[in-house]
């Protein structure tokens, strides 16, 4: 389970725990380690401050490889080679460590950064995660948090490209009505997808603009093939004296009553 700190609660812990997940969430800056020092438990994002610029190792992630990947579904011009010939790759400095942590228990914490790494370390701007996959090693840890982006994507593609937001009406059952037909649409596009990368009469070039693409592309995709095939009904239409009769009709039909009479 990935969530921001408003997932760092005991009751996401217990339901993880009951159904035998593991979770990965930011430290909230009010998490205090269980060991008392000077009568006072102190606080676990002061822990930062107190490493050393040794402990933490420098990785690279490459969003367009990787067993997440398809996860991240990043554009093809995303994932290109450079012009030197080189991935492109996101940099950070971790260093993990096991901590028992006060009414949580015993966790991983990774302290992240995308900053090099100076002779002391900077609270601001290094991120702090805490998981109970203990078995994770920091570079896991991070690239596994790295995926919770999407969140934040699906719920912009739901906004910017199939209006979730764009209603106008007051009644909660309205809403929740409209919200629906959104999440049925999403849906309905990536069925759309998964049909198109199943299908072997698609290219090569083909599936990997499929594989990747987003609701965006999918729905532009659908409305390419709709009006192809609106043009191809009007061109079998325009090679008879039946079929032009037919469109005339068709298209007086489209005008208002007032102004049927002018066409």
């Given at each position: 389970m990935l969530g921001d700190t408003a997932f760092d609660a005991k009751c996401v812990r217990a339901a993880c725990q009951e159904r035998g997940y593991f979770w990965i969430v930011p430290v909230n800056t009010n998490r205090v380690f269980s060991a008392k020092k000077h009568g006072k438990r102190p606080r676990v994002s002061l822990r930062i401050e107190q490493l050393p610029a040794s402990r933490f190792q420098t990785i690279r992630l490459s969003i367009g490889s990787g067993p997440y990947a398809a996860q991240r579904r990043a554009s093809c011009h995303r994932t290109a080679l450079r012009r030197d010939g080189t991935k492109s790759t996101r940099t950070y400095h971790v260093h993990s460590e096991r901590s028992e942590v006060h009414n949580v228990g015993m966790v991983m914490l990774v302290f992240s950064s995308s900053k090099p790494i100076g002779k002391k370390i900077q609270r601001e701007g290094t991120k702090l995660l805490m998981t109970n996959a203990k078995h994770l090693s920091a570079r896991q840890v991070c690239e596994l948090y790295s995926l919770r982006w999407q969140i934040e994507?699906?719920?912009?593609?739901?906004?910017?490209?199939?209006?979730?937001?764009?209603y106008s009406f007051k009644d909660f059952e309205a809403v929740e009505s409209w919200m629906g037909i959104v999440l049925i649409t999403f849906c309905y596009l990536e069925w759309t997808r998964r049909r198109k990368l199943a299908d072997r009469r698609i290219d090569d070039r083909q599936r990997k603009c499929w594989k990747h693409a987003r609701s965006y592309t999918v729905r532009e995709a659908?409305?390419?093939?709709?009006?192809?095939?609106?043009?191809?009904?009007?061109?079998?239409?325009?090679?008879?004296?039946?079929?032009?009769?037919?469109?005339?009709?068709?298209y007086t039909e489209l005008l208002s009553q007032e102004y049927r009479c002018l066409a």
């Open positions: 994507l699906f719920f912009k593609e739901l906004k910017s490209t199939l209006g979730m937001n764009q659908l409305l390419l093939g709709i009006r192809y095939r609106e043009h191809q009904w009007h061109l079998r239409r325009l090679k008879t004296n039946h079929g032009l009769r037919t469109l005339r009709k068709r």
